[in-house]
Nanobody, 122 residues
Framework: QVQLVESGGRLVQAGGSLRLSCAAS????????MGWFRQAPGKEREFVAA????????YYADSVKGRFTISRDNAKNTVYLQMNSLKPEDTAIYYC???????????????WGQGTQVTVSS
């Protein structure tokens, strides 16, 4: 089992920045690819960003490319999502997720956190 706890979500004005954190515990963190997803009211959960177990490769949804950056610190068992130039359409609950070994850009992850709310006001 891998336990994931997100933090850092809050209300922010459009154009602002936030950094989300996801702390992992349980299994060996560096064995897992990590992803960030989001779900807005009335919409399906969607892929935002992902990173390989080593941090050597990253992947982004087109809607956040150039604005968001995913990173990880395997020594701290933590993955981050730096979000810049935020827009009202970025408002959603943000979830981190872990998948053993192989990174994917779908929702096929093994473990999920409880989510953190990000609200961007116009």
């Amino acid at each position: 089992q891998v336990q994931l706890v997100e933090s850092g979500g809050r209300l922010v004005q459009a154009g602002g920045s936030l950094r989300l954190s996801c702390a992992a515990s349980g299994r060996t963190f560096s064995n897992y690819a990590m992803g960030w997803f989001r779900q807005a009211p009335g919409k399906e959960r969607e892929f935002v960003a992902a990173i390989t177990w080593s941090g050597g490769s990253t992947y982004y949804a087109d809607s956040v490319k150039g604005r968001f950056t995913i990173s990880r610190d395997n020594a701290k068992n933590t993955v981050y999502l730096q979000m810049n130039s935020l827009k009202p359409e970025d408002t959603a609950i943000y979830y981190c997720a872990a998948r053993y070994a192989v990174v994917v850009v779908t929702t096929e992850y093994d473990y999920w956190g409880q989510g953190t709310q990000v609200t961007v006001s116009s």
